[in-house]
């Protein structure tokens, strides 16, 4: 069968010498990541105010993943994010505006208010619109990667679920099919230690990278608060796929540093736990790692967090001022033409 | 009976029906792959796809684990992005398994997001074959509540074809429901055609005018053989064949009504709340000031379906029975 892969569009970079190397890629890994923070911060602010539809739901400690993630792979492939991964949808180009837009049911939210809240997504983007089951984006993923492999193209699809979603018999099917079918596919575990209450114990009785050996992939375990570690495991899992060597899973470890969402105080948390992990702020290690190598100053890590919570704010303007849908066309689309 | 194709060359059964007419999809349209439970190399569990690997390839007839839940949600990733991934089960009941990628990925897509999902969903479903309770099932009421799927249920030969090859071209997920009973009984003469047959528009499948059967799939058949024992005894039926449920053709069903103001549904699945209540629904709403009896309905028990013989047939509707109401309604 066809075996010459057709490259999709968009560059991802592989920089000799790592990505920390690369000190555009950096500055932009570190912008979107603290973009990431900036916005959710103010979201939680917007929820606290009783701006929001409902619920809040955050990435705090996600972003590492997130943005490590989506900046290794294309901007052709096929991302399916889930709700704890705001950074890969701005690192796309989705605009801050929008994603609150979807938080308060505005017209001009991705679905104009036909979804809501946490699902929202980009077609124009490559990016999945994941509705509430998971780990339903999982085996969509496995979808995007077949398509990719069925055209002879090099594309490869990008899946994240949380170390909860693993329970799910979804989850297996989809992992083994992957591994049989040698799907082009990167399924991201963010292991954040809790699955809504439920801790890690309940959860697994094993490592979940060490359970890729049992569908006959490559699993590795990543520090979830390392934006270049993220960033390195996802380019070598993309070179594998890309190089028809089948899909890779890589656990992210990290911690829900938030509720599940912000109606939920999370009092089943131990507290010494949150401060342990206090220390771990991906945001601010990445900070320190760019003035450490030289690639930003102390006043110009503070510019971007300047410049990114004005985005925050503009974006909060914004969102709140766009209209509200009408319901004329509610029964339109339910079906394609 | 010969089930080889090349023996019965001048005759095409309902099975061979939906194997020309997938293949020649497969031919039309790079995009469209089948995929399911042992439908490579095995040719499928009914033989649906014998000789498809030979002639289209691994990658185009693709062996799933047994994993309907993670095939299927595979198959709405792979129409999102752009294929049209056909879709057996190998029963129909094993479609329960899939209900989740199904209902909450598949149907509300389009809605969701402006991006199609062109998804067939094959479907081997109902009873009469002594397969008992999980494998005889009629599974359309589950999905006919679901706003964004579509399901079509042919009942003969040449529509086993032309509903197909419209379900594969269609943008929406479709739930296509074959008659195993009917796969290898039903037959016509060679050649047959393969034109696409519209979703959404009933057939008339015999004229009458004193009572309305209005049925689809296997229904369909046992309403014509009943249908022609009446009119020895001078009661016209008129038989409607809905061919899909959803979108339904109410308006020619409802102009059969009114013409014969009598109406009798026809089904295998379970009475309560099957399709036939929406359609006995439908009819009451739009026909009240023509009927000159209660809509009626015929349906299987709501009982589980037994395996053996004289069990099955006693929870399934019966021909006997069929004829017995029609003429009951047809005298009222």
């Not at chain 1, 509705?131 to 993923?141: E, L, Q, R, T």
């Not at chain 2, 399901?151 to 003969?156: F, H």
């Amino acid at each position: 069968m066809a075996t010459t892969r057709k490259k999709t569009t968009g560059k991802s970079k592989s920089p000799a010498g790592g990505v920390t190397a690369d000190r555009e890629l950096c500055l932009k890994m570190f912008r979107t990541m603290a973009l990431q923070r900036a916005v959710e911060d103010r979201m939680v602010t917007m929820y606290r105010q009783g701006e929001m539809l409902g619920s809040v739901y955050t990435g705090h400690w996600h972003e590492a993943i997130a943005v490590g993630t989506a900046a290794a792979i294309r901007q052709g492939d096929f991302l399916c994010p889930l709700h704890r991964d705001v950074g890969a949808h701005l690192w796309r180009g989705m605009p801050p505006w929008q994603i609150m837009a979807s938080f308060l049911g505005k017209a001009t939210g991705p679905t104009g208010g036909r979804d809501g809240t946490l699902h929202y997504g980009r077609p124009d983007l490559n990016i999945y619109n994941p509705c509430s089951h998971v780990p339903d984006n999982v085996p969509v993923a496995t979808g995007g990667a077949f398509a990719f492999k069925y055209r002879g193209e090099d594309g490869l699809a990008l899946c994240y679920f949380g170390d909860g979603a693993t329970g799910n018999g979804g989850y297996h099917e989809a992992m083994n099919i992957a591994a049989v079918m040698s799907l082009p596919c990167i399924f991201i575990c963010e292991n954040n230690q809790f699955a809504y209450s439920t801790p890690l114990r309940l959860t697994t009785h094993a490592d979940f990278y060490k359970k890729a050996a049992g569908y006959g992939m490559p699993g590795v375990k990543v520090d979830g608060t390392d934006a270049v570690a993220v960033y390195e495991a996802t380019a070598e899992a993309a070179r594998r796929a890309r190089a028809g060597e089948g899909p890779t899973l890589i656990e992210c470890v990290t911690m829900r540093m938030h509720g599940h969402a912000e109606h939920d105080p999370a009092s089943y948390v131990p507290r010494e736990m949150l401060a342990e992990w206090a220390k771990r702020d991906p945001v601010e290690l990445f900070a320190a790692r760019l003035q450490k190598l030289g690639h930003a100053t102390e006043a110009e890590i503070a510019a971007i967090r300047e410049n990114v919570r004005q985005e925050a704010l503009a974006a909060r303007k914004k969102a709140l001022g766009d209209p509200m849908p009408v319901a004329t066309n509610i029964e339109e689309g339910v079906y394609a033409d | 009976m010969p089930t080889n194709k090349e023996q019965v060359a001048e005759e095409v059964t309902y099975l061979d029906a939906i194997s020309q007419a997938l293949a020649a999809e497969m031919e039309r349209d790079e995009s469209v792959f089948l995929m399911g439970e042992d439908v490579g190399q095995f040719g499928g569990a009914f033989k649906i796809s014998k000789g498809f690997m030979e002639r289209f390839g691994a990658r185009r007839v693709v062996d799933t684990p047994i994993a309907e839940n993670g095939f299927t949600g595979m198959a709405a990733g792979a129409a999102i992005c752009g294929l049209r991934p056909v879709v057996e089960f190998q029963f129909a009941d094993f479609i329960s398994q899939a209900f989740d990628p199904i209902i909450n990925v598949m149907a509300r897509h389009h809605y969701r997001t402006g991006v199609p999902v062109p998804v067939t969903l094959r479907c081997p479903f109902g009873g009469r074959l002594r397969a008992g309770p999980t494998h005889s099932q009629s599974i359309e009421s589950y999905f006919a509540h679901v706003p964004g799927l579509k399901i079509v249920a042919p009942a003969t030969v040449e529509d086993a074809a032309g509903l197909l090859i419209s379900s594969i071209r269609d943008n929406n997920p479709v739930l296509f429901l074959e008659s195993k009973y009917l796969y290898r009984r039903l037959k016509v003469p060679a050649p047959l055609s393969l034109e696409p047959t519209p979703l959404g528009v009933a057939k008339v499948a015999r004229e009458g005018t004193d009572v309305t059967l209005v049925s689809y799939s296997v229904g369909v058949q046992q309403g014509l053989e009943a249908a022609e024992v009446l009119a020895r005894e001078g009661i016209s039926v008129e038989v409607i064949d809905c061919r899909t449920l959803v979108p339904l053709d109410i308006d020619t069903i409802v102009k059969s009504v009114k013409k014969t103001s009598r109406a009798v549904v026809l089904h295998e699945a379970a009475r309560r709340l099957g399709y036939g209540a929406e359609i006995a629904s439908e009819i009451g709403e739009a026909c009240f000031w023509f009927l000159d009896a209660p809509v009626t309905r015929i349906a299987a028990l709501n009982t589980p379906i037994p395996t053996s013989p004289p069990l099955e047939d006693a929870v399934l509707p019966q021909t006997e029975e069929v004829i017995e109401t029609l003429r009951k309604v047809a005298r009222s």
